[in-house]
């Protein structure tokens, strides 16, 4: 594997008709963490689901690629097999599907017909990454995600990238929720993917998240744009003054998408 | 109304019994059920208009096939549900009409269990089957298909377990229908008497194509005091086959009837599923999984009476609808005046795949007693489109994440079946059903 490169040019996403993000540029690489910071309102969770391909959120310009590839031709499955990944923030619950089962089926989708992983192999690799993520063992053979707290939900989510390794990851608000242990648990698990093949988006409007993960860029969103990029120093400020400043650097009264 | 058009007349019917030497109070039992079956009504089951349904054209009753010469010939189909091994000891298996293949172990003749084809049964154990044969669960005038199924019955078991016999490996029945002109009004009979026990597994498997086929099936099972049956079956019968399928059974006191039923059958049907719970003390447990496809219709009514004191019913049924498919699941739990200390408990569940699809569930509770305890759950809905979107967001194709959601949605009923052979074949089956 080598570096990845997810580009995101002048994107534009409307769900039900209206327009909320409105001109999104984006680069990230393998090897980069991006955090994008933003109050609530301004369309950070929109272009995570846009890049997934959410059925109800609707591309209306711009483009998305990956290595060059167009993402928005993909279908959803198409993307994560080209190497996408999002950590949800509301993942679905299935009955009957154990995690084991699910997990399973999403390694072999990224394999030949008759080279799937073998049994043994797949559990001891998930046993491995679960005793990471300090889970309970028997959260392998439970339905998915069905009855899990909200801080299983995430790690789940966690366990899942672990598992998959794809080549750039979005983590929508992998830190709600979460009190302080699970969330140094979650960021162990996080850090523990860093490498020159990984890229990551974390979204979030925490500081608090990048205290244990530490981003080579931030940028914050706000109206449906990125109106500001900066390094790990970015977040800080925000931490320390909160966002009117930026409010009032680029003359913005209300940072909601209107 | 349109007149019924018959493919058989009083003739055939007696040239049928006499070339099988039937005795002649199952000749007059045909002859009587068949003058009566033209004036009867269709049943009525609950949603679903049947009247233009074929139940009485069809190519014949009477096909004579060349019988497999052992298991290792059958079709992949019927091996796959058997297995090949010689440890397979109790089994029969039908081709058509024509008993093909019956094997009996040493162990259970001398325990004295009778396990044969119906018309050996007919000519051997005449005053047994007499005593059982449309009597007792389900009577011939019932309606228009129990009648004509008792006039034209041209295949099936019977099983019967003599008192304190209990038999620990399950008993099965192959009923393959292969050849597009034949018609199957298959009977089987289960007769547990006292203290026996014996689980009893079924198949209907089709491996040909029909423009018009017909299959009318009873079976009556009799549960004697503290008697155990468990009866597992999976019908896969071909698309243009109409089916109506009665499966029934009663119980003496502190008997115990298990059904375990996969339909999977890919033609219009019609199956009914009765447990009149006679004796005090006794038990019905009814579990039940469905796949539709294409443009079939299926309607299914799994009902519970409860007559005996400290009598508990269950039923448990989840359907999924792909296509254009449709079904009504009919579920009632019926406790008589006097029937005090019962319980009659029920769920049904119906998801449907496609925007064509249509599903409903309809529970009955319907209590003549007071000092009773009764409940039901019941829904109906689609697909969720984000469980989909979540599934394949981690790579999975849409139709993997489609087979897992309909997997994860009848495994809380396949999970739970009391017969391992009818968890795994069903696993298979629904796999298969589902890929098409």
Redesign the interface.
């Known amino acids: 594997m080598s570096q990845s490169t997810l580009t995101i040019k002048d994107l534009h996403v409307s769900i039900d008709g209206k327009e909320i993000l409105k001109g999104v540029n984006l680069e990230i690489k393998g090897g980069e963490f991006h955090a994008i910071m933003g109050p609530n309102g301004t369309g950070k969770s929109t272009l995570s689901s846009a890049i997934?391909?959410?059925?109800k959120y609707e591309v209306t310009q711009g483009s998305i690629t990956l290595d060059g590839e167009d993402v928005l031709e993909m279908?959803?499955?198409e993307?994560?097999?080209a190497g996408l990944?999002?950590a949800?923030q509301y993942?679905?619950e299935?009955?009957?599907?154990t995690n084991a089962?699910?997990l399973r089926?999403?390694v072999n989708?990224?394999r030949e017909e008759g080279d799937e992983i073998s049994l043994m192999k797949f559990i001891r690799q998930m046993d491995k990454n679960m005793d990471l993520l300090e889970m309970d063992q028997d959260m392998a053979q439970r339905?998915?995600n069905e009855g899990f707290s909200g801080g299983e939900k995430k790690r789940n989510e966690i366990l899942?990238l672990m598992t998959?390794e794809p080549k750039i990851a979005i983590l929508d608000e992998i830190d709600s929720g979460l009190d302080i242990d699970a969330l140094k648990v979650v960021s162990k698990g996080i850090n523990k993917m860093r490498g020159e093949d990984f890229g990551c988006l974390m979204i979030t409007h925490y500081q608090r998240l990048l205290n244990y993960i530490t981003p080579d860029h931030v940028h914050v969103m706000m109206q449906g744009k990125i109106v500001k990029s900066g390094g790990a120093e970015l977040a800080e400020r925000l931490e320390a003054e909160g966002y009117d400043w930026i409010k009032q650097e680029l003359g913005i009264e209300d940072e909601t998408v209107q | 109304m349109t007149e019924t058009k018959w493919s058989v007349d009083e003739s055939a019917i007696r040239d049928f019994s006499a070339a099988n030497n039937e005795p002649e109070w199952l000749l007059n039992a045909r002859l009587d059920a068949f003058n009566k079956a033209e004036d009867l009504p269709l049943p009525k089951p609950d949603k679903t208009k049947i009247d233009k349904w074929n139940f009485t054209e069809f190519g014949t009753h009477n096909v004579q096939s060349t019988p497999f010469e052992s298991l290792a010939a059958l079709p992949e189909e019927a091996k796959a549900v058997v297995g090949e091994e010689s440890s397979v000891q109790n089994v029969y298996v039908q081709r058509n009409g024509t008993p093909s293949i019956l094997n009996i172990s040493s162990e259970l003749k001398e325990a004295g269990v009778i396990f044969t084809d119906f018309a050996t049964a007919a000519k051997e154990h005449g005053e047994l089957l007499q005593k059982y044969f449309m009597t007792q669960a389900v009577k011939a005038d019932e309606h228009k298909l129990t009648a004509l199924h008792t006039a034209l019955v041209n295949g099936g078991v019977f099983l019967y377990v003599p008192k304190n016999v209990e038999i620990k490996e399950p008993v099965q029945a192959v009923f393959i229908h292969d050849d597009k002109d034949a018609a199957l009004f298959n009977h089987v009979i289960v007769v547990a008497e006292a203290n026996s026990s014996v689980t009893y597994v079924e198949n209907y498997i089709s491996t040909v194509e029909t423009e018009q086929g017909v299959a009318n099936i009873i079976t009556e099972v009799i549960a004697g005091d503290n008697a155990q049956v468990s009866y597992g079956a999976v019908d896969t019968l071909a698309e243009n086959v109409t089916t109506y399928v009665n499966r029934r059974g009663i119980t003496a006191p502190n008997a115990r009837i298990e059904w375990s039923l996969g339909v999977m059958n890919d033609g219009n049907t019609v199956s009914e599923n009765v447990t009149n719970l006679i004796g005090d003390g006794s038990f019905a447990d009814t579990k039940m999984v469905v796949v539709g496809r294409g443009k079939q219709s299926m309607n299914f009514t799994t009902k519970v009476v409860h007559f005996g004191k400290h009598t508990e019913g269950y039923i448990l049924k989840h359907g999924v609808m792909k296509d254009e498919a449709k079904s009504i699941f009919n579920g009632i739990g019926k406790i008589e005046h006097g029937a005090s200390k019962s319980n009659a408990e029920q769920e049904s569940r119906v998801l449907m795949l496609s925007e064509k699809a249509r599903g409903d569930a309809n529970p009955i509770l319907l209590i003549d007693e007071d000092d009773v305890t009764a409940g039901h759950a019941a829904s109906v809905g689609r697909v969720d489109p984000l469980q989909l979107y979540y599934l394949m967001s981690r790579g999975i194709t849409q139709q993997e994440a489609e087979r897992l959601v309909i997997h994860g949605f009848l495994a809380p009923v396949v999970n739970k079946l009391p017969i391992e052979n009818v968890k795994q074949q069903l696993t298979g089956v629904i796999e298969r059903k589902v890929r098409q």
């Open positions: 997934m391909g959410h059925p279908e959803v499955d993307r994560a097999r990944f999002l949800m993942p679905s299935i009955t009957g599907v089962e699910f089926s999403a989708a990224r339905y998915l899942q998959i």
